[in-house]
């Protein structure tokens, strides 16, 4: 099985050492995901639902250049760390996902940076790769 390690470039993969995504085999492992800006001391958008489309995008960026898209995301959890903020970003999450919708979990915890008002991490799986 080949692995390939896609980077976004964001300024906490080198910091922490890790990659956006992992393609291994078939299947794509995209870390954790946070509106941050690819620039120190840049800050993110203004609150949860707009952090939710930049995230996505982040997301969409890595998965296109696995050759996937998000369609072929079978799993994505959610964590944020004030529950309360999670349904006004289900319209982003919806336009994203509700085509193909994939397993799921939210969990209420701290991020790395009080900023951020949430973290998505999606798995998915493209046959073919």
Not at 21 to 36: E, F, K, L, N, P
Request: hydrophobic share 45%; proline share 9%.
């Amino acid at each position: 099985m080949s692995i390939r390690r896609i980077s976004s470039g964001g300024i906490y993969e080198p910091k922490i050492g890790y990659c956006r995504a992992v393609v291994a085999g078939d299947w794509i492992h995209v870390s954790g995901t946070v509106a941050a800006p690819l620039v120190e001391g840049g800050d993110p958008p203004e609150g949860a639902p707009a952090q939710t489309v930049s995230a996505l995008q982040i997301i969409e960026k890595a998965l296109k250049e696995a050759g996937a898209t998000f369609a072929d995301v079978v799993r994505v959890n959610y964590v944020l760390p004030d529950a309360r903020e999670f349904e006004a970003c289900w319209p982003a999450l919806s336009a994203a996902f509700a085509g193909n919708p994939p397993a799921a979990m939210m969990i209420e915890a701290g991020l790395i940076d009080p900023k951020y008002r949430i973290e998505i991490e999606v798995t998915a799986y493209k046959p073919g790769l």
